[in-house]
């Protein structure tokens, strides 16, 4: 299970974090993603890790101002979000991929819904003064 906290309100130029909590598999398996959905736009990928070889990847709309972290420990991901722009507005979803099903040879991009097996429920982020 994934559950993602941390959306609200803020202003052009300012920050947020979301938080995803995730239970029941374990994180060095799977790509852990943060994707969005904005109002009559396609869900599409943010960033994601690997914590088993900390490594990343961004969209090229955020790459620069997001940051996305794993807290193995504590079954923790996080996206760091700043210089926040109205254009950020949109539901953040994080999910859980299978190594079998994003990545390498036969899975996925990275920035694909098809290869997630777990979706959190999704939380708000508006961008707006």
């Known amino acids: 299970q994934l559950q993602a906290s941390g959306g609200g309100l803020v202003q052009p130029g300012g920050s947020l974090r979301l938080s995803c909590a995730t239970s029941?598999?374990?994180?060095?398996?799977?790509?852990i993603s943060w994707f969005r959905q904005a109002p009559g736009k396609e869900r599409e990928g943010v960033s994601s890790?690997?914590?088993?070889?900390?490594?990343?990847s961004y969209a090229n709309s955020v790459a620069g101002r997001f940051t996305i972290s794993a807290d193995t420990a504590k079954k923790m991901v996080y996206l760091q979000m700043n210089e926040l722009k109205p254009e950020d507005t949109a539901i953040y979803y994080c999910?859980?991929?299978?190594?079998?099903?994003?990545?390498?040879?036969?899975?996925?991009?990275?920035?694909?819904?098809?290869?997630?097996?777990?979706w959190g429920q999704g939380t708000l982020v508006t961008v707006s003064s």
């Open positions: 999910a859980a991929g299978s190594t079998l099903t994003v990545g390498g040879r036969y899975g996925s991009p990275w920035n694909s819904v098809r290869g997630y097996n777990y």
């Open positions: 029941g598999f374990n994180l060095d398996d799977y790509y």
């Open positions: 890790m690997r914590t088993t070889f900390d490594t990343t």
